[in-house]
């Protein structure tokens, strides 16, 4: 590898490390980087590469988060490990629905939806329903303000909602916290809730990239891939940390119009190119 392409899978690292964690969509983010500045690498790796540098964004929660989530520390009461095992046991059953999914209809949903115009619409569509939901939700208090009081029905209703994410664009962070909300879950449980089901969603969905691609890296595969991870990873940390201090105190409507502008750009973007060439 070159400089300038060590370069791109550094702004590559960045642009999934901010946008996996905030509801505005990593795939609709880096649909348009990969038009405007591309890996020099095969599509069938880039189909990979898109999945697997996740892993460095999904590694930081495990960091931030693991004493919270680890029901064995020695540091906990019983209670505590008890109420771990219980977020444990909500994840599981909240990513029961895209993971069936995900494995069943993964390359269909490649296939016919990862285009710019669905991205655009989905951009659009759930920036919309961001707003209404806050403004729904404006002055009432919300119903579920811990995960004691989150139920297993309700974990599985948002993991439902978090299928939406196999369409390009929507976000999968973005799904889920708007479900969770819609179903009165305050913001940090609804942003923490989404934080942990990508744990074991984006583990098996980067496994099943990488069998699907094989492990016949060349080195320049490897270091794309190792690099991005890492940027995505120590990005993460910061991104992470932002969106709880920012939830704590604010609401997402900014991020409902970001995304209605994001998916503009992108309409205009394309159409527009597709308009030259013709």
Known sequence: MNLVEVIKVIFYGIVEGITEWLPVSSTGHLILFESLWPLNQSENFMEMFRVV????????VCVLYFQRLNPFSRSHSLAEKNEIFGIWGKVI?????????GVLFNDFFDEYFYNWPVVAFTLILYGVLFILIENRNRGRRPRVRSFRQMTYPMALLIGCCQVLSLV???????SSILGAMFFGVSRPVAAEFSFFMAIPIMFGASLLKL?????????????????????????????IRFLMD?????????????RIVLGIVVVV???GKALLAA
Do not use: N, W
């Open 53 to 60: 540098i996740q892993l460095g964004a999904i590694l930081a």
């Open 93 to 101: 059953v909240g990513c029961i629905p895209a993971g069936v999914l």
């Open 168 to 174: 390009p664009g929507t976000s999968r962070s973005g």
């Open 211 to 239: 069998v699907k691609y094989g492990l016949a890296f060349t080195v320049s595969e490897l270091i794309c891939l190792f690099l991005g991870m890492v940027i995505a990873f120590v990005v993460s940390l910061a991104a």
């Open 246 to 258: 920012y939830v704590k105190r604010h609401d997402f409507r900014v991020f409902g119009y970001y």
């Open 269 to 271: 973007y394309f159409a």
